[in-house]
């Protein structure tokens, strides 16, 4: 079973900024957050990951909460190809660890 | 950079034939691999894994298997498809420098 909760959707009009929740409430010390999406027929990609500090790249940041138990993907500025499912992961990094998928959430980023 | 070559990209075949879809990559040396599954409207299961050359681990008793004959080569097969085969199969690769990295998939109809 997958080790996160996330909504099943959220709207967010072009432009605005996505914030994404993610509850992790059994995460283990050495357990990472990691995000993925996948748009629509192609292969998740790899957004951001991290352990207990807040982290930004080109793509978006990861805000962790201090006890770690839950987690928030932000998309600066979403624009209509932002539009996918969402998922968070916990693993430990780099692993063999098996990646266990929930079911995501699927943000529509409208005009 | 790591690179994941899967094909098809799409795939017809008749119930009771044969499978055999292949992955290979680039750009790394010794990685763990994985076959996923996406059912239509659902999330990503984790089939098989492998830590190296003919070490394959079965996450879940199925009609499938796969095998690893080389560092980069990863490949899962069926003897006789079954309809509820039918999915989106997509490889994926991650090192101790990297996290989890998917190729395109193959999309597979069993009719």
């Known amino acids: 079973d997958a080790k996160t909760t996330q909504p099943p959707s959220m709207d967010c009009a072009e432009g605005r900024a996505a914030n994404l929740p993610c509850n992790h409430s059994?995460?283990?010390?050495?357990?990472?957050v990691y995000w993925y999406r996948q748009i629509h027929s192609q292969g998740p990609q790899y957004i951001i990951h991290?352990?207990?500090n807040n982290e930004t790249n080109e793509m978006a940041s990861l805000i962790i909460t201090e006890d770690r138990k839950s987690s928030t993907l932000i998309l600066p500025h979403a624009t209509l190809r932002d539009t996918a499912v969402y998922y968070c992961?916990?693993?430990?990094?780099?692993?063999?660890?098996?990646?266990?998928f929930g079911t995501g959430t699927r943000l529509q980023v409208f005009p | 950079s790591q690179t994941i070559h899967q094909w098809p990209a799409t795939l017809v075949q008749p119930v009771g034939s044969p499978l055999s879809l292949e992955c290979t990559v680039e750009?790394?040396?010794?990685?763990?691999l994985y076959w996923y599954r996406q059912a239509a409207g659902r999330g990503l299961q984790l089939l098989f894994y492998?830590?190296?050359?003919?070490?394959i681990s079965s996450e879940v008793p199925q009609n499938l298997s796969a095998s690893r004959p080389q560092d980069r080569q990863f490949i899962l097969s069926s003897k006789k498809l079954l309809l509820s085969d039918s999915g989106f199969y997509l490889c994926?690769?991650?090192?101790?420098?990297?996290?989890?990295?998917f190729g395109n998939g193959t999309r597979l109809t069993v009719t």
């Open positions: 992961i916990v693993r430990v990094a780099e692993s063999t660890d098996k990646l266990i």
């Open positions: 059994t995460i283990s010390g050495n357990e990472y």
């Open positions: 991290g352990l207990k």
């Open positions: 750009g790394t040396s010794n990685p763990n």
């Open positions: 492998s830590v190296g050359i003919g070490q």
């Open positions: 994926a690769l991650n090192d101790y420098n990297s996290p989890l990295h």
